[in-house]
């Protein structure tokens, strides 16, 4: 059974850093697609980053390029949102995500099959 976890998350001043963490087990593909998405109140999910834990084909959405890095550590199945410079505007909850494949670039909600509980992420003026 696939099981996605995340944490990492909290409440920081703008200017701030978080990591956030997302656990994964049960999967048995050899490469997979896990990817970062994140929701704030009264808007509409948001894809922010994508990666293969093969390491391969990774995007990071202009939104957040340049202050957000996504990465994966094989050993621990774990991937990483290291969250740099943060605004007020990226205040949300932070879900992680995994499918089998993804198209580079294309973060739609309804392709993945497998998620998280989902961690809040909450940045103050």
């Known amino acids: 059974q696939e099981h996605l976890v995340e944490s990492g998350g909290g409440s920081v001043q703008a200017g701030g850093s978080l990591t956030l963490s997302c656990a994964a087990s049960g999967f048995t593909y050899t490469t997979y697609c896990m990817s970062w998405f994140r929701q704030a109140p009264g808007k509409e999910r948001e894809g922010v980053a994508s990666?293969?834990?093969?390491?391969?084909?990774?995007y990071v959405a202009n939104s957040v390029k340049g202050r957000f890095t996504i990465s994966h550590d094989n050993a621990k199945n774990t991937l990483y949102l290291q969250m740099n410079n943060l605004k007020p505007d990226d205040t949300a909850m932070y879900y992680c995500?995994?499918?089998?494949?993804?198209?580079?670039?294309?973060?739609?909600?309804?392709?993945?099959?497998?998620w998280g509980q989902g961690t809040q992420v909450t940045v103050s003026s």
């Open positions: 995500a995994a499918e089998h494949s993804c198209a580079y670039g294309v973060m739609d909600d309804y392709e993945y099959a497998h």
């Open positions: 990666m293969y834990t093969d390491g391969g084909s990774i």
